[in-house]
Antibody, heavy 121, light 106 residues
Framework: QVQLVESGGGLVRPLRSLRLSCEAS????????MTWIRQTPGKGLEWISY????????YYADSLKGRFTISRDNAKNSLYLHINSLRVEDTAVYYC??????????????WGQGTTVTVSP | DIQMTQSPSSLSASVGDRVTITCQASQDIGNFLNWYQQKPGKAPKLLIY???NLETGVPSRFSGSGSGTHFTLTINSLQPADIGTYYC?????????FGGGTKVNI
C-alpha cells in the first residue's frame, strides 16, 4: 500500500527540540523528492522544506531557516524534520508529502495523515 | 514570496449549483498552479494540477482555468461529497505558497 505515516508529534515546552518522522511504503522512496508542510488555523498551509531524493539538496522557507532541518534515510524509507527552539507559533499539524513524479516537487499527490505538534508552556 | 489570495473565504450553495472559487497571485505565475480539496481531519487531496489537468479519479464536474495571476476552480453541479475546503498552490517559485482556503458548505 502506497502511504506515508508521520510520527513524533506531541505536547512540548517552548525552546525544546523535536524530531518528526515520516515512514514511506509502497513506492521507491529513494526516487522522490520529499516535502514537509504544516497547517495552522491562523496561517493555513505553509510549505516548510523539501529535500532531493539523494538528500544532497535542501530548501527551506526563509522564515523557518535556521530552526528547521530536513533529512532522510533512504535505507529506512524515512524522512525527518528536526525542529529546534520550538515556539508557540510552531503549533500545527505537520505533513510529509510526495510529488506525483520524480524531480523537483511542484504538486503533492501523496500526503501522510499528519502529526500534531502543540507548543505550550 | 508570492501571495495567493482566494475568494470567497467561504460559501454556501445547493446541490446541483455551479460553484466558482477564484485564486489571485501577487505576481505572474504562468500556469504553475494546483488545486487541493481538504475534508475535516484529513490531509489535502490533489484535485487539479497545472491549472486545468484533473488528477486521476477526480470527477469531471471539477474544472480549472486561468493563467498569469488570475485562476478559477469551478464545480459544476455541486454534490454533497464536495463539502470541504479548497486551496490553490503556486509552484512558480520558492517558497511554494498556498491560498488561504475556501470553505464550501451545502
Amino acid at each position: 500500500q502506497v502511504q506515508l505515516v508521520e510520527s513524533g508529534g506531541g505536547l512540548v515546552r517552548p525552546l525544546r527540540s523535536l524530531r518528526l518522522s515520516c515512514e514511506a511504503s509502497g513506492f521507491v522512496f529513494s526516487d522522490y523528492y520529499m516535502t514537509w508542510i504544516r497547517q495552522t488555523p491562523g496561517k493555513g498551509l505553509e510549505w516548510i522544506s523539501y529535500i532531493s531524493n539523494s538528500g544532497n539538496t535542501k530548501y527551506y522557507a526563509d522564515s523557518l531557516k535556521g530552526r528547521f532541518t530536513i533529512s532522510r534515510d533512504n535505507a529506512k524509507n524515512s524522512l525527518y524534520l528536526h525542529i529546534n527552539s520550538l515556539r508557540v507559533e510552531d503549533t500545527a499539524v505537520y505533513y510529509c508529502a510526495r510529488p506525483p513524479i520524480t524531480g523537483t516537487p511542484q504538486a503533492f499527490d501523496l500526503w501522510g495523515q499528519g502529526t500534531t505538534v502543540t507548543v505550550s508552556p | 514570496d508570492i501571495q495567493m489570495t482566494q475568494s470567497p473565504s467561504s460559501l454556501s450553495a445547493s446541490v446541483g449549483d455551479r460553484v466558482t472559487i477564484t485564486c489571485q497571485a501577487s505576481q505572474d505565475i504562468g500556469n504553475f498552479l494546483n488545486w487541493y480539496q481538504q475534508k475535516p481531519g484529513k490531509a489535502p487531496k490533489l484535485l487539479i494540477y497545472d491549472v486545468f489537468n484533473l488528477e486521476t479519479g477526480v470527477p469531471s464536474r471539477f474544472s480549472g482555468s486561468g493563467s498569469g495571476t488570475h485562476f478559477t476552480l469551478t464545480i459544476n453541479s455541486l454534490q454533497p461529497a464536495d463539502i470541504g475546503t479548497y486551496y490553490c498552490q503556486q509552484y512558480d517559485s520558492l517558497p511554494l505558497t498556498f491560498g488561504g482556503g475556501t470553505k464550501v458548505n451545502i
